[in-house]
């Protein structure tokens, strides 16, 4: 008889470098803005940096690059209280999510809403200093952003709306160097959408039990034991994209092929040794995915420095 782990009892872990180097009255906004879990940081800049190297005929701008970098720190931070705002008393029903500032009551949701605006403000700073195109093609975003926490109320599909939403840098990052928009970034936009349909399926996985009690919708709990079969699918689809993407922006050569093929191995691994329900390891396997937007960014600028 296969043991399965049960889920964790909170994703907030005492003793962290929240903990030991901010002041005890910074802690709650940290932990609100994710701060001691990065992931998604990576998750959501990756696609800024695919769009910014594809777009770029050597090395990226490494301006651009920190810039992105900050963009997706604060606008990740803002789109966790917004999160926490609308989902605060399913929150409060759930193991892993009940001692989230707001959840919890450390964070009022008049306080939340000042942290965000404040947030918004220095991501507004930021994408500022692209091109007026890219100024309002990052506006559109919002509409995404704040669509994103209802989606799980009314779809089974709400991964889709993170997929559109996280991978919207992809589209940013092309536009800032190149002022508009062109079929390789449609394309590396798309192969990044369905990037999350898969690693977002996995992570909802962590809370079907409690989601399917409250009523919160999703991928994992529609899926159910047919999941792996539905990763294959998308994360196929993905990789065919990526390469699609390459190809038609040209000159990546054999290192962009080797990056593809990387990947493909390694979305391969994640769907092979899935376990659905070891919530340890669909944690495990969803975090494993800042590998995949490292390995297509480190492809494409090889792919230029080599072939430019």
């Keep these: 008889m296969q043991i399965c782990e049960p889920p964790p009892v909170s994703d907030i872990k005492p003793g962290d470098w929240v903990d030991r180097v901010l002041p005890s009255g910074m802690r709650p906004y940290a932990r609100l803005a994710r701060l001691d879990r990065p992931i998604g940081i990576w998750l959501l ?40 705002i609308a989902d605060r008393d399913f929150d409060a029903r759930v193991a892993r999510t009940a001692n989230r500032p707001i959840a919890s009551g450390v964070i009022s949701v008049r306080q939340a ?26 506006a559109a975003s919002l509409i995404l952003v704040a669509l994103y926490p209802f989606a799980k109320r009314v779809t089974d599909w709400p991964q889709a709306v993170l997929g ?20 390789p970034a449609l394309l590396l936009y798309a192969a990044g959408f369905f990037w999350t349909l898969g690693y977002d399926t996995i992570y909802a996985h962590q809370d079907k039990a409690d989601d399917a009690v409250i009523g919160v919708r999703s991928t994992a709990l529609r899926f159910g034991n047919r999941t792996r079969l539905w990763l294959t699918g998308f994360y196929s689809v ?3 994209l990526l390469a699609a993407a390459g190809g038609s922006a040209g000159g990546l050569g054999w290192p962009f092929a080797a990056g593809v093929v990387a990947v493909a191995v390694h979305f391969a691994w994640q769907t092979a040794t899935l376990d659905i329900e070891d919530a340890k390891g669909c944690l495990d396997r969803f975090r494993a995915n800042r590998h995949v937007g490292s390995i297509v960014f480190i492809a494409i600028v090889a792919g230029r420095l080599v072939n430019g």
Excluded: E, Q, Y
């Excluded at 090395?59 to 789109?79: C, H, K």
């Excluded at 605006?117 to 990052?138: E, I, P, Y």
């Excluded at 559109?164 to 079929?183: H, K, Y």
């Design 45 to 84: 800049m990756f696609p800024c940096w695919w769009g910014t190297a594809l777009a770029s005929p050597k090395f990226p701008s490494p301006w651009f690059l920190i810039l992105f970098a900050l963009g997706a720190t604060v606008m990740r931070a803002a789109g966790c209280v917004m999160n926490d």
């Design 113 to 138: 809403l000042a942290f965000m605006a404040a947030l918004s403000l220095v991501g507004l700073l930021v994408v500022m200093r692209f091109n007026h195109f890219t100024v309002l093609l990052a």
């Design 164 to 183: 559109l939403t996280f991978n919207w840098g992809a589209l940013v990052g092309w536009s800032a160097v190149t002022g508009g928009l062109d079929l």
């Design 238 to 240: 993905a990789t065919l």
